[in-house]
């Protein structure tokens, strides 16, 4: 057998088989005990703001993408309001995932506003496919939404640009 296509029928099976996998960090944040749940004062549900980025191909759009998540990523601890957080992406890295739990909407439409968040959001776009984004309210005691529950609700109420 030719070892360059088996080179090529090894990496196709991979590319293929790896794409659709995802890995997720695992829920955390400022206003966020594991075991506890929302440490945040305050009473009444949390707003939950769900994101799912699909990248063009090409290792620089897609690195430029990932640079800008990392940025605004180092700087979530610190804003206000912020319950906590999750993000996932493929293993290609073609596809990247946000969650992310505000005490409210206020909380949520400051970091929108931040410097990092603006900067991301108009630096990373000529690495989008497409965009879908979804908010909901959710009760305290049943923070954090799995991912199972995010994708789904991501699918059914989101809402894409591209």
Not at 4 to 26: D, E, I, K, N, Y
Not at 27 to 44: D, Q, S
């Amino acid at each position: 057998m030719n070892r360059r296509w088996l080179h090529g029928l090894v990496t196709l099976v991979l590319g293929v088989g790896l794409g659709g996998c995802a890995f997720s960090t695992p829920f955390k944040g400022p206003g966020y005990a594991r075991g506890i749940g929302v440490t945040l004062p305050g009473e009444g549900p949390v707003v939950v703001a769900l994101s799912r980025a699909n990248l063009k191909p090409g290792s620089a759009g897609r690195a430029l993408f990932w640079e800008h998540t990392s940025r605004v990523n180092a700087t979530l601890d610190s804003q206000s309001g912020l319950v906590g957080y999750s993000l996932r992406r493929t293993l290609d890295g073609a596809t990247g995932w946000t969650m992310t739990v505000w005490r409210d909407e206020e909380a949520l439409r400051a970091f929108m506003r931040s410097e990092v968040h603006r900067t991301a959001i108009t630096s990373a776009t000529v690495s989008l496919n497409t965009a879908t984004f979804a908010r909901f309210t959710r009760p305290r005691a049943s923070v954090p939404p799995t991912w199972d529950d995010a994708l789904v609700i991501l699918e059914r109420d989101g809402y894409s640009y591209r």
